[in-house]
């Protein structure tokens, strides 16, 4: 069973979801069948690439503009998701947060996906961003976070260099917008199943368990070809052929 | 848009199905977005390995015996299969044909998918099978066969001296009936729509052109906590996250 999971790297909520998913897995019977694929998602594609200047951002500045709030509202957003992060383990530092683009970091969470460590590469974004204050749109940052987590030094500095898994990315992106993704952490499974938003570990067990219930159920199409009673084109059956 | 073709080697209608798939991708709009892969399904896992003897086999005796037929009448069934296979360019010569024990060319057809030369290798192993009487149970005929197909000669020789790809053939198999696949060809585009024997590409066409239209409709699962209006988990969208 394949779960696709569309994220951001600089996204609270994603990091959140993907707790709630590893928990999911923990109790999901038939975990050891599940494959497992980070998409790309960018929550902001315009963003630059890195942290403008060597101060701290006004992360509550900008929340309180856009909720049309003022700082203690946007501050007591901000306290109610660190403390429901808080409850998955994830200890975010809003305050010392430093946006930029994501679009490099996604491609290096392709090149993960080919060296088999994406999850953890995925990982080691997640809390460079939210927990360490680690400029994600920055080369310097990318290739040192991504070689913590396990991938090749000369590799990664050849993919930052050049424009290698932008394809990939941009197709991930693509497909969002097919399957009407606006925002993530969007769970996908069998390409059949959305689970939107980082919902509880119950609810991705739900959802993992409706998939895998309904995993062989086929839809037959085409019509049987006329003058044949067997429901089905010309088939081989039991080691002998109709005719 | 993913395909599997769940076939066998020893298998008139499973060259007919291939021949007629190929020319459903030839009519299908978006065939370079299909990516086909060539699933294992033994017709008689209890065949022995190799034609014992020297003569030919008696298929219109085989025939006969299976469907309580005399043997004209079994002839008769066998030219029609063989004109039915005509019309998509197949030359079966089932006055040559020597059965055998398919599960070693499946576990070459697996090796072959990772060398990405599966489909050169099904069509030469069913061609061997059914136009030139080649005993496609027997080693010597399968390596002969797969590197004519483009494998590398010492890693075939590897593979039928061993027992790898076996579990990949059984894992086929399992899924086959999962998926309650009783005959083959069986054709499942997405794991989700299965079309059952060799029917027309017409009806191919349809069943791609269905799935196809369908790949972006995704069934939403698990309900919104509690207290949230938004119809979904906790999301980031537009740059911003939803608290």
Same mark, same amino acid.
């Given at each position: 069973m394949q779960v696709e999971i569309w994220s951001d790297v600089a996204c609270p909520w994603c990091a959140v979801g993907k707790r709630r998913f590893e928990a999911a897995l923990r109790t999901? !019977?038939? @975990?050891?069948d599940v494959a497992l694929r980070w998409r790309s998602f960018e929550? +902001? /594609? &315009?963003? /630059?690439r890195g942290h403008d200047g060597e101060g701290d951002v006004d992360y509550v500045g900008r929340l309180s503009a856009k909720y049309g709030t003022d700082r203690a509202s946007a501050q007591g957003m901000i306290d109610r998701m660190t403390a429901t992060a808080a409850e998955d383990g994830w200890r975010f530092r809003f305050d010392r947060i430093r946006p930029g683009n994501t679009f490099d970091a996604h491609r290096l969470v392709h090149l993960a996906a080919d060296r088999d460590r994406q999850d953890q590469v995925k990982e080691r974004f997640l809390a460079g961003y939210l927990? !360490? *204050? @680690? /400029? %994600? *749109?920055e080369p310097a940052t990318l290739q040192a976070l991504a070689v913590e987590a396990g991938l090749d030094d000369a590799e990664v500095a050849d993919v930052l260099a050049s424009d290698r898994y932008a394809e990939a990315v941009r197709a991930d992106e693509r497909r969002a917008r097919e399957l009407g %993704? &606006? $925002?993530? /952490?969007f769970f996908v499974i069998d390409r059949r199943y959305g689970v939107s938003g980082a919902q509880p570990a119950a609810a991705l067990v739900q959802a993992l368990e409706q998939a895998w219930a309904d995993r062989s159920t086929l839809t037959v199409v085409g019509a049987p070809p006329p $003058?044949? +009673?067997? $429901? @089905? $084109? +010309?088939a081989c059956a039991d080691g002998s052929c109709a005719v």
């Open positions: 999901f !019977e038939h @975990a050891d929550l +902001d /594609p &315009s963003a /630059p927990e !360490e *204050g @680690a /400029p %994600i *749109g %993704i &606006s $925002g993530v /952490p $003058g044949h +009673d067997h $429901g @089905a $084109g +010309d």
